[in-house]
């Protein structure tokens, strides 16, 4: 999936995809790092 999107995030949600699931990361993965979305799911 990531031909969809070379070029835009596609580095940054392919971190943030092998890092969590991939779900709450999408809407959660505006705040600043992968880590810390694992860190703050409150």
């Not at 991939?22 to 810390?36: A, L």
């Amino acid at each position: 999936m990531p031909s969809k999107k070379s070029g835009s995030g596609n580095g940054k949600q392919t971190i943030h995809r092998s890092s969590i699931s991939g779900k709450f990361v999408t809407e959660k993965h505006v705040r600043k790092n992968p880590r810390t979305t694992q860190t703050e799911k409150r």
